[in-house]
């Protein structure tokens, strides 16, 4: 039994039904073979327009109804992603390039994500105060009301789920605007799990579009709230455009995340850590191993390790067989990637493995060599490259580890976790993992990075995710009417 009773979602966008979108409709292309395998609607600026109008008056009834409810819903959420978990990763592989392990990884995660939402929906909802005066006191959490949602096409289930499943179990209504070159596990997927979940109509709504969608969606006035996961460039704009029509923005950006590798750590342990960090779902990853500091005493084996790692994984359709890698999500992306590793080399990197690509298969890359100027060193690169520099000292590689303007996810490996610790503290950073490489995320965990990686952490865990999706509204009562000298 499939979880699309019927392609549902051709050429139509979802507003708690299915209905057709006034932008037309799309194209849903495989990355790995270029062949169209369905067609979805395409959202305009007056069908956006229109959805946040229709969220905002179905999101009253939503977050007044039982806490109990809106949990249950979350839970039946849950159930789904697991019953229909083959078939959600099936697409994640077919549209987004994903190899089967990262695949079933991203479908499991959307179910922790619902599960944990679910228990969101009964935490205590604020605080009582003291006051100077002879009443009651409180500060108490109130739904946002509606919640913009713009999601990337990298992990497009999951990080659309981590920005709709808490707005959900907080009272808020969504209007989610999935990549296009994602639309159906990034959208559809979701849209048709709270439907058969049982989510009241128009709370939820997805509208897969372009740019104008996007620009329409921060507009929007019902929408208080946008969560935005993209590039920083991007997010730069959607920042700016938020600011002015006096709006939060939670924005999750781009990043240059470094693995350090102190002198003591284990070569082949490490070299291990690294290539996951660097290659997992072709480097297309915000918290992706950017950047290998290496002491210069191990730099040499670690560098012939990982590229061994490189040359031995294997690149192809996720469908044809187990992979370790897939295809680039796109042409433009695949050409960033190779000017990168070509100017790279051009200014004296060392092309220790890959740099080769058929089609949108890119072979993953080792660089050695490289200076804190190397084009793949200096940039994010967004693809399956691991730059490799040596560093002598903690001091020197606390530097080069700063140098960027990120500061979204950093590892640390050594035999002695303290050491890594106090490194730690000298390096800007919203994620830090002592002994295991920079990707990694979990539904319970804060969420975030600092400088050009974002605004903080504003994902995951119950803290973060009441002051992301809620308000702060400060209650008096006392017995009688107050009395005034006029």
């Not at 002198?263 to 290659?279: E, L």
Request: proline letters at 5%; a negative charge.
């Amino acid at each position: 039994m499939s979880l699309f009773d019927g392609d549902v979602w051709t050429s139509k966008v979802f507003t708690g039904t299915w209905t057709s979108a006034r932008g037309g409709d799309a194209p849903v292309v495989s990355p790995a073979t270029g062949a169209e395998i369905g067609r979805i609607g395409s959202a305009d600026a007056t069908d956006v327009a229109e959805a946040a109008a229709v969220a905002a008056k179905a999101q009253r009834a939503w977050a007044t109804a039982p806490f109990a409810e809106r949990a249950a819903v979350l839970r039946r959420a849950g159930a789904l992603f697991e019953e229909y978990g083959d078939e959600v990763a099936g697409w994640l592989g077919r549209e987004a390039g994903s190899a089967p392990g990262k695949a079933g990884f991203e479908a499991h995660l959307a179910v922790t994500e619902a599960y944990e939402c679910a228990a969101l929906a009964s935490q205590p909802a604020g605080e009582v105060l003291r006051s100077a005066k002879p009443r009651l006191s409180l500060a108490r959490r109130v739904p946002v009301g509606v919640v913009g949602v713009i999601a990337p096409f990298n992990f497009p289930l999951i990080l659309a789920m981590r920005s709709v499943a808490p707005a959900l179990a907080l009272g808020n209504a969504v209007v989610l605007k999935p990549d296009p070159r994602t639309a159906v596990s990034g959208g559809a997927v979701i849209a048709e799990v709270f439907r058969r979940a049982g989510l009241p109509e128009g709370v939820l709504h997805v509208l897969p579009g372009g740019a104008a969608a996007g620009v329409a969606l921060v507009e929007a006035p019902e929408v208080r709230v946008i969560s935005f996961t993209g590039s920083t460039a991007a997010g730069r704009k959607v920042g700016e455009a938020a600011g002015r029509h006096l709006k939060r923005a939670h924005l999750e950006l781009g990043g240059n995340s470094p693995l350090i590798v102190l002198a003591d750590a284990d070569v082949q342990r490490a070299a291990s850590v690294g290539a996951w960090g660097s290659f997992l779902h072709q480097g297309q990853i915000c918290m992706t191993t950017g950047r290998h500091l290496v002491h210069e005493s191990i730099a040499d084996a670690y560098v012939e390790a990982l590229a061994a790692k490189a040359e031995a994984l294997r690149v192809g359709d996720p469908e044809s067989g187990e992979v370790a890698l897939g295809p680039i999500i796109d042409a433009g992306q695949r050409d960033k990637i190779h000017s990168l590793v070509t100017r790279s080399v051009e200014a004296g990197a060392r092309l220790a493995a890959g740099g080769t690509y058929e089609g949108l298969f890119y072979r993953p890359t080792v660089l050695d060599g490289v200076t804190v100027d190397t084009p793949a060193f200096a940039e994010e690169v967004f693809g399956p490259v691991a730059p490799v520099i040596r560093f002598s000292t903690l001091e020197e590689a606390a530097e080069i580890a700063s140098s960027s303007d990120y500061g979204l996810s950093l590892g640390i490996l050594t035999a002695n976790p303290m050491r890594g610790y106090e490194l730690a503290e000298r390096i800007p950073s919203g994620i830090v993992h002592i002994n295991d490489q920079t990707v990694d995320d979990e539904s319970v965990a804060p969420f975030g990075g600092v400088g050009d990686s974002g605004t903080g952490s504003r994902f995951g865990g119950t803290t973060a995710n009441i002051e992301a999706f809620t308000e702060t509204q400060w209650v008096t009562m006392q017995a009688e009417i107050e009395r005034y000298p006029f």
